[in-house]
């Protein structure tokens, strides 16, 4: 009986990955249909509550949404696997449960205004029928051996049957998902046109990146951060692939000219190119969820004079493809600090998963109330009149950057006993520059100023360094930062929530004898 039981939960999870399966072959193989994984993961991103997210984003980082989609998946394979057990004498159970989910897929896929109904109902009614006929084969009589037969005459599969059943649905389901995820992606790739992009040069080209501002020791982060090793915190389970030939940017709201722009009028445009540092609010203490890159696009202000700001305009509202909202000061573009449009990245067009083809960056601001990746609409509002995405989640509507410092050399907590070492690592207050960094290397110990390098500019991040001649014994290192206003960064302990994370950087290394 719990060998039967385990084949019918074997089968029943088999049948639920090909489900799945089929609906990512689905999506990859014809036009204008959703990813049903992708869709329920928006969805569950969208209602679970902040708490979950917070901890996704503290144990995954910028894994959360591959973790999100190998749990979507594993729950589907165990829903299947109790389905199965059930479906040997109740397979109207099966018939309910898998329709129930392609109901649901659907809902989920419909939310998103690039699809309809009709769009999510073909993956998700294959999905459904699929896994159904699935189940059915491998719940049905196989061949059996003389001493299988069950006690009440009926004919029970053999193992050899059940495995071959279980290896086929299974290698099914993985080519299936595989080769739909493959068609998907490449399918979005050529039709957002981003690999035909041929940026224009800025107006006044920023020199080089100097020797100065740079250390070069090793595990230091690097003063540009490259394209690649960027951090990616968004709420975009799949990467939107926007047509350039189709995208537009309107400027509406409180404006007296309101317009539209393709991507090809903000080509023509005055470029100018700028040093940012971003970083996001769930970043903690010691964190990596920042970098800085050279940014190629338009001033907001240009974007924003030519519709005729109203005076009763308080915020800007960044509004995403996928439906994502930022909200931020109207006083933030005209303040004299960089806010830009942005169409390229570290000399090259926005990589898809950084905002292709248009994103905002401005300077001093966290990215959940400012840099809206995927950009389809700039809308000026009071600033009452609406509350963007994290807000209503709990989250700050002000976020300016806090002043941040970070140690990225020694990360080891035991070293060997090498005599002098290097103390080294970042820190950034974007808009106010960074004055000063101190060490504190003991916990009675003076606090020592460290070197810094040459600043590109007062909106990035600077690198640090001490010379330490570190002698065996148990040191605790601590760092903090002085912006240029001359506030220094408070060792007051405090979450991102609901407003960025406070703290001095500590770590603690054994120098071994």
């Known amino acids: 009986m719990k060998s039967q039981r385990l084949r019918d939960g074997l089968s029943g999870a088999a049948a639920a990955g090909l489900a799945l399966g089929a609906s990512e072959l689905a999506a990859g193989a014809f036009s204008g249909m959703p990813s049903l994984v992708q869709s329920l993961g928006n969805w569950v991103i969208d209602i679970v509550p902040k708490q979950v997210k917070d901890w996704a984003i503290d144990v995954f980082g910028t894994n959360d949404k591959v973790a999100l989609l190998v749990g979507i998946t594993l729950t589907t394979l165990l829903i299947g696997a109790v389905v199965g057990i059930l479906a040997r004498s109740r397979f109207w159970v099966a018939i309910i449960v898998f329709f129930g989910f392609a109901v649901v897929a659907a809902a989920a896929a419909a939310r998103d205004p690039q699809y309809g109904w009709g769009d999510a109902a073909i993956p998700a009614g294959l999905a459904a029928l699929s896994g159904l006929f699935a189940l ?5 009589p196989g061949r059996t051996r003389p001493d299988e037969g069950a006690e009440d005459g ?7 049957s059940i495995l071959v059943g279980l290896t086929a649905v299974v290698g099914l389901a993985a080519v299936g998902g595989g080769f739909g995820r493959t068609l998907l992606e490449r399918a979005k790739r050529i039709a957002a046109g981003r690999s035909e992009v041929v940026l224009p040069f800025a107006a006044r080209p920023l020199p080089a990146v100097p020797d100065a501002a740079e250390f070069e020791l090793p595990d230091l982060a690097t003063v540009v951060t490259s394209n690649e090793e960027f951090y990616r915190i968004d709420t975009a389970i799949a990467v939107p692939r926007v047509d350039i030939q189709e995208w537009t940017l309107s400027v509406t709201g409180r404006v007296d000219r309101p317009y539209e722009v393709s991507f090809f009028d903000l080509l023509d445009m005055r470029m100018v190119e ?5 970083s996001c609010v769930s970043n903690p203490v010691g964190g990596d969820l920042v970098g800085n890159a050279r940014w190629l696009g338009i001033p907001l202000t240009e974007i924003l004079d030519r519709a005729g700001v109203q005076p ?7 509004r995403a493809v996928d439906g994502f909202t930022v909200g931020f000061p109207v006083e933030a573009a005209y303040d004299g600090r960089e806010a830009l449009l942005a169409v390229g990245m570290n000399d090259e067009a926005l990589p898809f998963e950084h905002g292709f083809p248009a994103r905002l960056v401005v300077a001093g601001l966290y ?6 990746k995927w950009l389809s609409e700039i809308e000026l509002t009071g600033w009452d009149e609406f509350d963007a995405y994290w807000v209503p989640r709990g989250w700050s509507k002000e976020a300016p950057i806090k002043t941040q410092s970070r140690i990225d ?5 035991r070293l060997p006993f090498e005599g002098e070492r290097m103390i080294a690592g ?35 991040w600077r690198q640090w360094k001490l010379r330490w ?6 040191y605790v290192i601590r760092v903090r930062a002085t912006d240029g206003n001359g506030d220094t960064q408070t060792e007051e302990i405090a979450r991102s929530a609901p407003n960025g994370a406070t703290g001095w950087d500590t770590h603690t290394v054994h120098i071994e004898a």
């Open 136 to 140: 059915q084969w491998l719940l049905g």
């Open 154 to 160: 009926t004919s029970d599969p053999s193992r050899r």
């Open 274 to 278: 700028r040093d940012i540092t971003l």
């Open 312 to 318: 009763e305009a308080e915020q800007i509202v960044g």
């Open 367 to 372: 990215g959940y109330v400012s840099a809206t």
């Open 409 to 413: 050399t020694p990360r080891e907590s």
């Open 426 to 460: 970042v820190a950034w207050a974007p808009t106010r520059g960074i004055s000063k960094v101190e060490v504190q290397v003991g916990e009675d110990a003076p606090w020592e100023e460290a070197e810094l390098s040459e600043p590109l500019s007062d909106n990035t």
């Open 469 to 474: 001649a570190a002698e065996p014994g148990r």
